[in-house]
């Protein structure tokens, strides 16, 4: 059920070194080719929230304020007022990385299924650190487009499969 969302990059890195966030960053695909300078640069600006069992995170139809990242906990991604569930994500997946390039409202909504803790990556931060070191913007912003690209390739791909099924359904019907 949760392909469509699934962080389908993620590596199951379990060994703790002295930063645990630096370690999470590095399997991030945004992150994951910046050095232990740039991380911890990246670092810096990022703000860390717990949210309690049930906490909504966002709601389909706000605006996208920036990326989240799954330090321990879950959270479930919804659409359609919470009637279908898109996907389950835990520790070390990501979302909502499009609302760093655009203010579109959200597709869908995130809501903890258990105490959470995530670090949010929010636009303001990514244009201000852009503006003060464009070299560094610049390595997030193409692994930003480049993970967005994967995501939309994998969604194309599993749009044929369903399709293609729906359409070999209906062949076996008449």
């Given at each position: 059920m949760g392909k469509l969302w699934e962080n389908f990059f993620k590596?199951?890195?379990?060994?703790?070194?002295?930063?645990?966030?630096?370690?999470?960053?590095?399997?991030?695909?945004?992150?994951?080719?910046?050095s232990r300078r740039e991380l911890r640069t990246v670092k810096r600006i990022l703000h860390q929230r717990e949210y309690r069992n049930n906490e909504v995170i966002f709601n389909e139809g706000d605006i996208g304020l920036g990326m989240y990242i799954i330090e321990k906990g879950n959270i479930r991604i919804t659409c359609r007022q919470d009637t279908h569930l898109l996907a389950e994500l835990n520790e070390g997946d990501f979302f909502g990385?499009?609302?760093?390039?655009?203010?579109?409202?959200?597709?869908?909504?995130?809501?903890?299924?258990?105490?959470?803790?995530?670090?949010?990556?929010?636009?303001?931060?990514?244009?201000?650190?852009?503006?003060?070191?464009?070299?560094?913007?610049?390595?997030?912003?193409?692994?930003?487009?480049?993970?967005?690209?994967?995501?939309?390739?994998?969604?194309?791909?599993?749009?044929?499969e369903l399709r293609c099924g729906i359409q070999q359904d209906q062949k076996k019907e008449q």
């Open positions: 590596l199951r890195c379990k060994q703790k070194d002295e930063d645990e966030i630096e370690n999470i960053l590095s399997h991030i695909p945004v992150f994951q080719d910046l990385e499009l609302a760093l390039l655009d203010d579109s409202p959200r597709s869908a909504s995130a809501v903890a299924q258990a105490p959470t803790g995530m670090l949010c990556f929010f636009k303001p931060a990514l244009l201000d650190l852009i503006e003060r070191s464009p070299v560094l913007g610049s390595k997030i912003l193409f692994k930003l487009a480049w993970t967005i690209g994967e995501r939309l390739k994998s969604t194309n791909e599993q749009i044929k």
